[in-house]
């Protein structure tokens, strides 16, 4: 049967504004955590390097607003909110918001397009807390579906890719590699969810896509301690594989990720470039998705989906479209204790 919602809410990391902003949001993110304050003033000087600023609020911005247009002129014409899960607009306080303007039920599309402890249940743990948190009168709010396979998001990343290898001198464009880069994640907890397999499945109709026969998925950002196995290889190791292999061109594409933020402004356009250039390897850097027409037409889809469940759902490849609801044991986290990727200082 068919729902009824009133509004939709884009549910995202968060991150600072300002060096004012940094050690308050480090602390947000990792409460409750036992991180010294040294790691804390270490990952706090990447920040540094950009004023303090990460570009996950701004690029959050343009998404709702071209969000908002796409709303206002094709349908459903629902109201757009944002909420944080770390700094803000915090979700407690949006959602207090949305409680006095009368919204009784909400759509969430959360900024991750994969199935992982801190791409889905985390996200939807946070949510719940935070209704907690507002009280009698909070909205209910159901998150919208994975979108790893959905078409909107596939091409515009094979849009980005093209873009990319085009920007290799074309005598050698044919010998380039790909490297499609996703936050690492502890490998026990991969065992438990979808994420890997999602991640592999995007790669290949990106690869394809766009033309591109060498790739492989590699990952960035690991933050747990060295004696426990996190998905790999590093996106630091494989350039400097590719380097022995006699590579000289690589096309990085951050498929894990949906827009800009801190962990591919240091990550990938500061550390990983400091390694391409210091193997003498040249690497280029393709777009994330962002705020493309094609993706917020996605996210509009996704939302009507939820309102028509005889709508058909779109999905290229070899996997059916993802689930609507969560079944109640959806990525959870793993062994107990185990270092969460969503802890990671830099996520935003």
């Not at 998001?153 to 010998?175: H, K, Q, S």
């Not at 033309?211 to 996106?235: C, K, M, N, Y």
Request: charged residues 25%; aromatic residues 6%; contains cysteine.
């Amino acid at each position: 049967m068919a729902e009824t919602f009133d509004a939709l809410l884009v549910v995202s990391f968060g991150g600072p504004e300002g060096m004012g902003d940094v050690m308050p949001f480090l602390s947000n993110v990792l409460r409750g955590r036992n991180v010294p304050e040294a790691r804390m003033r270490e990952v706090a000087h990447h920040y540094e390097l950009f004023g303090g600023v990460s570009p996950i609020n701004e690029q959050n911005r343009r998404l709702i607003a071209a969000l908002e247009r796409e709303l206002a002129a094709n349908g459903p014409r629902l109201p757009v909110y944002w909420g944080n899960r770390n700094w803000h607009p915090l979700l407690a306080d949006t959602l207090g918001r949305m409680r006095d303007d009368g919204v009784q039920s909400a759509l969430a599309f959360v900024t991750s397009a994969y199935s992982s402890y801190s791409g889905c249940r985390q996200y939807r743990e946070d949510v719940e807390r935070a209704r907690e948190a507002v009280g009698p009168g909070a909205p209910r709010v159901e998150k919208l579906r994975s979108f790893y396979n959905h078409p909107g998001f596939v091409g515009p990343n094979v849009e980005n890719l093209r873009a990319a290898l085009a920007e290799i001198p074309e005598e050698r464009r044919a010998d380039a590699r790909v490297a499609f880069t996703a936050h690492s994640i502890p490998s026990a907890m991969a065992a438990g969810c979808d994420y890997e397999r999602q991640l592999l499945e995007t790669c290949r109709l990106v690869a394809e896509g766009a033309g591109a026969a060498a790739w492989r998925l590699v990952f960035q950002s690991r933050s747990g301690p060295p004696t426990q196995p996190w998905l790999e290889p590093d996106i630091r190791d494989h350039l400097r594989a590719l380097k022995g292999e006699g590579v000289r061109d690589v096309a990085v594409a951050p498929v894990g990720f949906i827009s800009d933020h801190m962990e591919v402004l240091y990550d990938l356009d500061t550390e990983a470039r400091q390694v391409s250039e210091e193997i003498g390897i040249h690497m280029v850097r393709a777009a994330t998705v962002g705020a493309h027409p094609e993706f917020v037409g996605m996210i509009r889809e996704l939302v009507l989906e939820r309102l028509d469940p005889a709508r058909p759902r779109r999905a290229l490849g070899g996997f059916p479209p993802s689930h609507d609801v969560c079944p109640v044991d959806c990525c959870l986290p793993g062994p107990s204790g185990m270092s969460r990727p969503g802890a990671r200082p830099s996520a935003g």
